[in-house]
């Protein structure tokens, strides 16, 4: 079978099935071209290559979904995203977790799966809890993905009912570490972490700007680690911004990363070493460590907050609190029930422990911890 996926092919085909033509700012097509020709040296199996061509016909139609949406209501252009608030840190440094958190606040507007993939028509007030597309997200929560692999879900779930990464937007610009983390793509993986996010942040905004028009509004409460490699892009597209930086030990960060960059990888194509894997999520990762670092030395800390992983597992509705007075912004009663009732919940190790092993990786402790020397130096209190 033919590695090559066949870009233009599928472009034709998105186009035929939407009779729409329009995929806005073209830049998209870079990283569509950087993924597929990585994909071509992946050795995907049957089922990863079906997976892969269905996540580019998904962002493909979106883009043109979105892109006829804005064309056919230009009133969105007064739309505003005010004072976003975004949680960044490390990969598996309990961004995920916390997002979850500061979602249970009804004052803060999340981003869902199933709208943040299908934007169009944007979600209304009324229905949204009753929304079509999110009532098939709820049916569907485990889906194929789990099926091939149950033991994903001890590593990550995101519940229909809950955020998720701004990755889900950002894919249908193909730059995308979701891509990264689904097939073993490291030359793509290393595009990402160099190529300028200006243009994705851009088509991000868009895309929250038709999801709130529809009357769910709030303060958005957005995540996702790969922001921490492209914060001045993100700054200057938001300037209002404001961040919640999660810390954790990076070996173990490191370590979980690749061993699920490894889980999915072993599903979709054919296994690969563990170092191999080891190497590139200790790039990727090393990148957001730096990349926290030099935005702030540069800039100064006045609009990050900082946690602790020790302190958001030992105490989660405590270290909401701490964020909120860091973000001069009032928990309410009813936001502080709602977090607690979650927490009480979503303990830890509910789908499964994550086991892994930094050796079965590749990964040497005193070797990484020198490349997180300048990470490690910043924010030693929160790593204590």
């Known amino acids: 079978m033919s590695t090559d996926l066949g870009a233009d092919r599928l472009l034709a085909e998105v186009v035929d099935q939407t009779g729409l033509d329009d995929f806005g700012d073209p830049s998209f097509r870079d990283g569509l071209d950087a993924f597929t020709a990585a994909f071509a040296d992946a050795a995907a199996n049957d089922i990863g290559r079906a997976v892969a061509e269905a996540q580019i016909t998904s962002a493909l139609r979106g883009r043109l979904l979105i892109e006829d949406w804005w064309a056919r209501h230009p009133e969105l252009g007064q739309e505003?995203?005010?004072?976003?608030?975004?949680?960044?840190?490390?990969?598996?440094?309990?961004?995920?977790?916390l997002s979850h958190l500061l979602a249970c606040d009804p004052g803060n507007r999340s981003l869902l799966g199933w709208e943040a993939s299908e934007p169009v028509p944007p979600p209304q007030l009324a229905t949204y809890g009753t929304d079509p597309r999110f009532e098939a997200a709820r049916a569907n929560e485990w889906g194929l993905l789990h099926e091939l692999n149950p033991g994903l879900a001890a590593m990550h779930h995101d519940p229909p009912d809950m955020p998720v990464e701004c990755l889900v937007v950002m894919t249908q610009h193909f730059v995308s570490l979701s891509l990264s983390l689904m097939f073993p793509v490291p030359d793509y993986t290393r595009w990402v972490q160099t190529v300028d996010h200006t243009p994705v942040y851009r088509h991000h905004e868009r895309v929250l700007k038709l999801l709130q028009s529809g009357g769910v509004r709030g303060r958005w409460t957005l995540k996702s680690p790969e922001h921490a490699l492209a914060l001045d892009a993100l700054v200057a597209r938001y300037p209002d911004a404001r961040f919640v930086v999660t810390h954790r030990d990076p070996v173990a960060c490191v370590a979980s990363a690749a061993n699920m960059g490894r889980a999915f990888a072993d599903t979709f194509a054919a296994p690969?070493?563990?170092?191999?894997?080891?190497?590139?999520?200790?790039?990727?990762?090393?990148?957001?460590?730096?990349?926290?670092?030099?935005?702030?030395?540069?800039?100064?800390?006045?609009?990050?907050?900082d946690v602790a992983y020790a302190d958001l597992t030992a105490d989660p509705v405590g270290t909401v609190r701490a964020i909120y007075d860091g973000l001069d912004e009032e928990l309410s009663p009813l936001a502080e029930d709602a977090v607690r009732a979650h927490a009480a919940v979503a303990v830890q190790h509910r789908h499964g422990r994550h086991e892994y092993r930094a050796d079965d990786l590749g990964i040497d402790r005193a070797a990484l911890d020198e490349r997180f020397a300048a990470y490690r130096r910043r924010f030693a209190d929160h790593l204590a």
């Open 80 to 97: 505003r995203i005010e004072a976003p608030v975004f949680i960044v840190g490390v990969s598996r440094s309990g961004t995920t977790a």
């Open 272 to 305: 690969r070493p563990g170092p191999e894997h080891g190497e590139v999520w200790s790039e990727v990762l090393v990148g957001m460590g730096n990349g926290l670092v030099d935005y702030r030395e540069r800039n100064g800390d006045s609009r990050f907050v």
